[in-house]
């Protein structure tokens, strides 16, 4: 059974960094899409990152340059690295997975692609 645990949320000012931390278990990544999306008070969930079966990274183009994903496989977690975070990044952080064929370098920014997910950490940028 897939389960996901997402934590490291918290209250920052704009221009600080913060890093997320998604606990994944009964799951192998390289049989995995790992991803995270976002959803803002009265907004729909949105893709933000995501880490193919092969270690490929994909990015919204909001968060380019500023965000990093990657993984600890001896740990089985995936991390979100946030830096020079803005007001508009406040939102509710989930970190999804979908199962993949292979050692896919392919990876969806639909969420409903994704199969599992986990409870959300709440990230607030105070301006």
């Known amino acids: 059974q897939v389960q996901l645990v997402e934590s490291g949320g918290g209250l920052v000012q704009a221009g600080d960094s913060l890093r997320l931390s998604c606990a994944a278990s009964?799951?192998?990544?390289?049989?995995?899409?790992m991803a995270w999306f976002r959803q803002a008070p009265g907004k729909e969930r949105e893709f933000v990152a995501a880490?193919?079966?092969?270690?490929?990274?994909g990015y919204a183009n909001s968060v380019k340059g500023r965000f990093t994903i990657s993984r600890e496989n001896a740990e089985n977690m995936v991390y979100l690295q946030m830096n020079s975070l803005k007001p508009e990044d406040t939102a509710v952080y989930y970190c999804?997975?979908?199962?993949?064929?292979?050692?896919?370098?392919?990876?969806?920014?639909?969420?409903?692609?994704?199969?599992?997910w986990g409870q959300g950490t709440q990230v607030t940028v105070s301006s």
């Open positions: 999804a997975a979908k199962p993949t064929s292979g050692a896919g370098g392919y990876y969806f920014t639909r969420d409903r692609e994704y199969d599992y």
């Open positions: 009964g799951l192998t990544f390289r049989n995995y899409i």
């Open positions: 880490l193919t079966g092969s270690g490929g990274t």
